[in-house]
């Protein structure tokens, strides 16, 4: 799908005029973004469909680098990772705008919003290291908005934290280019990749993308390099929700990335365009999760629910309880530091080290610079 780009706007003091990669100058004096699949095209002072890349003279300029719509620190299974480091703090931020049109989005006040007002704060790559580090974070989350659209400030900010040895986090709809995917991946540690459905008529009608995009971001993960990742699907009551839609879906899982890549399918709520659509009962998440179950995925989790068994990691092969979760909360833990089932042996997908303590359920926001006592 093309995408014609949003007519002028005015530039605004608060943003910023940072160089951006991923465009090209085509014949007709239009430069073209080359990020993501949208492929804008851009006359002088245009915006693409992600609002935050914009055409200023010959050059694109990324608007929102070293800004930020606010800093917190979560626990990792929030993302949500539960094979990443469980138990682990996670310092999360995003900025504003994004390269798909979702009519269910849940965070829509930021990943929708045209004001830069909203990007409260400012912080340099070296500025977000330095707070992940003070605060005993393991990991930088690039969430809330898609991180895709802001790959140059991510990928700065991850080379700052692997500087002093913190892991990335990129949370993302994958909807992204192949030169720009490697170039961002080889940036990140792990990842969640939304995949939003199975279905392209409902990437077309109600994300306004392409399925195909998505599900080559998720290939390439897979087969060419060494990013941990997990798979979130937000169930749509009537949308998305069908067991034959399920059943495609995990199948296609299993066969293209294999049985140890965990699944997350979460609860809708209303919100943003879908206020009529009902929330997501907690018997169609156990049931999306007995199908993929079913089909042979090893671990398939339920979220934005209190469900113990869709929070628990069992070992595949005795099925002996490993993790066991309450919302965000890791109630037990019995996987031994090398990752291992301490009952068979049995190694678990997933990146663990010794089980050091519980962040919990907490949401701290932070400001870059401050001091808190944790």
């Known amino acids: 799908m093309k995408h014609e780009p949003m007519t002028n706007t005015p530039s605004m003091t608060t943003e910023s005029d940072y160089p951006a990669r991923y465009w090209h100058a085509n014949d007709d004096g239009r430069i073209q973004c080359d990020l993501c699949p949208r492929d804008c095209k851009l006359n002088d002072g245009q915006r693409g469909a992600c609002f935050v890349r914009q055409r200023i003279g010959d050059q694109m300029i990324l608007t929102t680098y070293g800004r930020s719509s606010g800093f917190c620190i979560d626990p990792i299974e929030k993302k949500p990772l539960n094979h990443f480091y469980p138990g682990s703090s996670v310092l999360s931020f995003g900025t504003a705008g994004c390269n798909l049109a979702c009519k269910f ?28 580090e003070q605060y005993g ?40 280019h192949d030169q720009a995917r490697r170039d961002f991946f080889a940036k990140m540690d792990a990842a969640n990749v939304d995949l939003k459905a199975f279905t392209e008529d409902f990437y077309f009608k109600l994300t306004g993308s392409q ?82 179950l079913n089909v042979g995925l090893d671990y398939v989790y339920t979220g934005n629910v209190h469900d113990l068994a ?20 890791i109630v037990q833990y ?41």
């Open 105 to 132: 989005c849940q965070n829509w006040d930021i990943s929708k919003s045209r004001d830069m007002d909203k990007l409260m704060d400012q912080a340099s790559p070296t500025a977000i290291a330095d707070a992940a």
């Open 137 to 176: 974070c393991k990991s930088v989350a690039f969430t809330y908005n898609d991180p895709v659209i802001f790959a140059e400030y991510a990928m700065d900010v991850a080379d700052a934290c692997h500087a002093r040895g913190i892991k990335t986090v990129a949370v993302t709809a994958g909807y992204i």
């Open 211 to 292: 399925l195909q995009p998505v599900l080559d971001t998720l290939i390439y993960l897979k087969h060419h390099t060494d990013v941990w990742f997990e798979i979130t699907t937000l169930l749509i009551p009537g949308k998305n929700d069908s067991d034959e839609e399920l059943a495609a879906m995990s199948q296609w899982i299993m066969r293209e990335l294999g049985p140890g890549v965990p699944l997350h399918f979460t609860a809708f709520h209303p919100d943003y365009k879908m206020p009529d659509i009902p929330a997501t009962p907690t018997a169609t998440l156990t049931r999306a999760r007995e199908i993929a």
């Open 310 to 329: 869709g929070g628990t990691t069992s070992c595949p092969a005795c099925q002996t309880p490993l993790i066991i979760r309450n919302w965000h909360q």
């Open 334 to 374: 019995h996987i031994t530091p090398e990752g291992h089932c301490p009952n068979c042996k049995m190694p678990l997908a997933g990146r663990f080290e010794a089980f050091s303590g519980n962040f919990g359920q907490r949401r701290i926001p932070i400001a870059i610079g401050a001091t808190y006592n944790l």
